[in-house]
């Protein structure tokens, strides 16, 4: 389904597109105050940008460096093509463990892999151990945001999921009473597992070491009780130094919900006593991606989320909307790169502000490629009679000032003088769920030439 009538779903409930949008304002209000306390934040962003391309055009040779030193280090490492490979390793690895439980930190690249429901077909049971995405999970649903998954819920809903699903009892949304529950049947599928699987933030190519953030704890409780820890990580992770860390540690946490470093920023590096640690690296398209000069920076991208809270469209359409694991700015970029036709409307749900790009840690162009993507789609995928037609009619006028004077005139009398309900007619769509303005009497030119010539005068 495209974006926008899948958007018009999540639109229906008003009273929830207002709390969504507010939600994640005050999310990227946090990461203003936050940034502008940091002297340098500019540098710091142009510091992460130049790391990042800098480790996309040496992948080949960080990838293999990171091997070599997470193997010294005692690391079993898989590379896996694409999402079925890495959930036949990570099956793979389970069943030589006898692993029946798992307990999952959150990580974008299992949902991308869909592995959950790959496993449980095997009989396995996996927990998401991220509240968020417990949340999503028991409710059956996919994160609609990649660091905030349940940010469509409300907490009404949650008191109800969780009696539903964990026997609470009803306590009208009462956070801590939630959240308590939460923790304690978290704890016990914790000390109950017998894997835990953890993504990565950031692997360091010089140490074999990698980097988990959290702010519950989570991936930690998980990789420190089971025997056996397995990592999954994409090949776009990679940074060249530890050294790096300190520099994307301070952009990713201010960026993504405003503090100054992420409550748990987890070392792992080699296997504790009796301990087996695997690293799974991911390409799943990204190889492909890197090969489009025009989007390979996309891959700069550390999952911060910021692009998402900053969107006018995003805040207002719900991430579910995009029917994609990344929703948001972002995602659209990726998404059309893996299929362009099931993903043709997405780089159209975008205003082109360029808020995206002003808030980006790491300085991608996302409003740029966006608009590329249309480019590109537009040529490769039939778009639908009318827009054709629309456009090109629209081309016409305004390749032709004369015109473009004439159909102004037009519709500034038109929006002045017809009745509303030819105005807000059904062709209109933009008048379905809004008033047009009383059209101008003069154009935007005429005014400004008026005020020059009352400045000479
Ligand atoms: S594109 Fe930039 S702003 Fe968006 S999630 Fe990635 S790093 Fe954050």
């Not at 080699?270 to 492909?288: A, L, W, Y």
């Not at 005139?409 to 007619?425: D, E, V």
């Not at 008033?435 to 400045?455: A, I, M, T, V």
Request: aromatic share 6%; proline share 5%.
């Amino acid at each position: 389904m495209s974006h926008s009538k899948l958007a018009s779903i999540f639109n229906k409930d008003e009273k929830r597109v207002d709390w969504h949008d507010k939600a994640l304002w005050f999310v990227r209000h946090k990461r203003d105050l936050s940034v502008h306390n940091v002297k340098g934040w500019e540098e710091l962003r142009n510091l992460g940008h130049g790391i990042k391309a800098h480790m996309l055009s040496n992948l080949d040779n960080y990838l293999i460096q990171f091997e070599e030193n997470a193997k010294k280090n005692g690391v079993q490492v898989h590379w896996a093509a694409d999402a079925d490979e890495h959930n036949k390793i990570v099956l793979q690895i389970l069943k030589e463990n006898n692993a029946k439980k798992i307990v999952k930190s959150k990580s974008m690249l299992t949902e991308e892999c869909h592995l959950n429901p790959c496993l449980e077909a095997d009989g396995i049971e996996v927990i998401d151990t991220d509240l968020g995405e417990r949340i999503v999970q028991l409710a059956k649903e996919t994160p609609s945001h990649i660091v905030l998954p349940a940010i469509h819920k409300n907490r009404h809903e949650v008191d109800e999921l969780f009696q539903e699903h964990l026997g609470t009892k009803p306590c009208d949304g009462d956070p801590q009473y939630l959240t308590g529950e939460a923790r304690k049947h978290l704890r016990t599928k914790f000390i109950q597992a017998d894997a835990a699987l953890t993504g990565v933030n950031f692997a360091v190519a010089d140490t074999g070491g990698f980097v988990v953030c959290t702010n519950e704890g989570n991936a930690d409780m998980g990789a420190h009780l089971a025997p056996v820890h397995i990592a999954s990580m994409g090949v776009e992770k990679i940074i060249p130094k530890q050294e790096h860390l300190g520099v994307f540690l301070r952009l990713l946490a201010r960026s993504a919900t405003g503090q100054p470093i992420t409550t748990y920023s987890s070392h792992f590096k080699k296997p504790r006593k009796g301990v087996k640690m695997h690293i799974v690296i991911v390409d799943n398209g990204r190889s492909e991606q890197l090969s489009r000069p025009d989007f390979r920076a996309s891959l700069h991208c550390i999952r911060c989320g910021a692009c998402m809270n900053t969107c006018p469209i995003y805040r207002r359409s719900g991430g579910h909307s995009y029917d994609a694991t990344i929703p948001g700015p972002i995602g659209s970029i990726l998404s059309p790169g893996k299929d362009l036709t099931k993903h043709s409307t997405l780089p159209f749900a975008s205003t082109l502000c360029g808020s995206c790009s002003d808030v980006c840690p790491v300085k991608i162009d996302i409003h740029s490629q966006l608009y590329k993507w249309r480019q590109i789609i537009t040529k490769e995928t039939p778009q639908p009679f009318v827009k054709k037609q629309a456009m090109k009619a629209m081309g016409n006028i305004f390749a032709h000032p004369n015109r473009f004077e004439t159909v102004g005139k037009i519709a500034r009398w038109s929006l002045r003088n017809l009745p509303k309900a030819m105005i807000n007619s059904k062709p209109n769509v933009w008048g379905h769920t809004r008033d047009l303005p009383l059209g101008p009497e003069k154009s935007f030119d005429q005014w400004f030439k008026d005020r020059e010539n009352d400045k000479k005068s």
